[in-house]
């Protein structure tokens, strides 16, 4: 038999830009340090007394230490392991307690720091190939910040594959038969974009003992790095799912799902269990489909297929040629 041929890039993309979920919030208490390995790179991300997370890159530029791995929190900086250089959140040494003076160079920012920000209990990370400024905010998402809402349920992958095959199984129709054995996919989506975000809704009656009940989906992404899914009518529940590239071909997936804490322990609770049941078997089942298959630039498309190159067109601005 003839040896794979390995030779050709499986995934010939670039990792794109955007904000991408590098924690949850209840992963980093105050002064807490934290290694990070994303976008190719070792970081460190820290909380400082005042409350705000902060991410730099990993390594010291005094002697090479890793400020994740015995780093310590002071005040609103991170203090070296190997020798105490402190850094703060814009990469600037402000303080080395056995030097008379900070050299030059270390008083400017010197070691790289990563735009950094919380919203909806998650702790988002911007990344850009050629390091520009953040180009919108992650949306807050009512459900995710209602003391009404339950604490996340959390699952979480790490998949070898791309954000772009990720996003493009949300429209695949015809997969949803065939990998997931759902019977009846819905495919009149009512979708728009505008800019980074994406949003699309269907209504449909779900039926139930006591006769169809108005329902509807809806998901949106936010970004390359930020999906979510709002159920409401049968049951209500909200997804919020996290992609963040490790490397340019494997991703950290994280999905989070919040239900009204008044449906606990009710019909609408269980349903909503059952859904969410249903949406992770899914993903398990995507996984081997993304692991071994080509991203192929020119793909050959049916007319039942789904509105697969909207989204491929709406992702490519997220893309920079030539990036790592
Ligand atoms: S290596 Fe970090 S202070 Fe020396
Ligand atoms: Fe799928």
Known sequence: MNAIDHSFERIPLPMPFGWFAVAYSNELE??????????????????????????????CVHMGAHLGVGGTVVENTIA???????FDGEGKCTHIPYASKIPAFAQQPCLKSWPCLEANKMIWVWYHPNNDTPQWEPPDYAECNSDEWSDFQCHEWTINTHPQEMAENSVDAAHFKYVHGTVDYPSNWNASYDGPLRHAYI?????TPQ??????????????????????????????????PVTREQVHVRFAFTQPKANKNSDEGVIADAFIQEIVRQLNQDIPIWENKKYLHRIRLCDGDGPIMDIRHWFKQFLIEGAP
């Open 80 to 86: 070296c392991p190997f020798h105490a250089w402190q």
């Open 203 to 207: 209504d449909v009656n779900m039926d």
């Open 211 to 244: 006769g169809p009940v108005a329902s509807r989906i809806e998901n949106g992404n936010d970004g390359p790095g930020q999906a979510w899914t709002r159920f409401t009518g049968l049951t209500e529940t909200f997804l919020l799912a996290s992609v963040t």
């Open 30 to 59: 105050t002064k807490g340090v934290k290694p990070l390995e994303y976008f190719g790179q070792s970081l460190v991300l820290f909380r400082g007394e005042d409350g705000r997370p902060r991410c730099l890159d990993a390594y």
